[in-house]
């Protein structure tokens, strides 16, 4: 499974990003897809998670900012950033999982600016 990433770039604080995640084939057999991100001298982190069901979590700093979900028809996982603050300044991977294993995307830089 190939995944491919984009909607990233600069942005001021306080302003909005959609990232989309397309995948190489349907996204029906995975149970989880979502976003992690790493910043500059970090580890990569959870940011989005949204399950088979519809379920989705969030981490704590993104939660009424950040919303994720998938276009099944599509196979493209969205992560739709708004209020954006530079503490969001990291590569966001798209990420995707089920029992065969885990693939991840390219990534795609996010920059906000004060």
């Known amino acids: 499974v190939q995944l491919q990433a984009s909607g990233g770039g600069l942005v001021q604080a306080g302003g909005s990003l959609r990232l989309s995640c397309a995948a190489s084939r349907s996204i029906f057999s995975f149970n989880a897809l979502g976003w992690y991100r790493q910043a500059p001298g970090k580890q990569r982190d959870m940011v989005a998670l949204?399950?088979?069901?519809?379920?989705?979590n969030y981490v704590d700093s993104v939660k009424g900012r950040f919303t994720i979900d998938r276009d099944n028809a599509k196979n493209t996982v969205h992560l739709q950033m708004n209020s954006l603050k530079p503490e969001d300044t990291a590569v966001y991977y798209c990420?995707?999982?089920?029992?065969?294993?885990?693939?991840w995307g390219q990534g795609t830089l996010v920059t906000v600016s004060s």
């Open positions: 949204i399950a088979y069901d519809g379920a989705t």
């Open positions: 990420y995707a999982g089920s029992r065969g294993g885990t693939y």
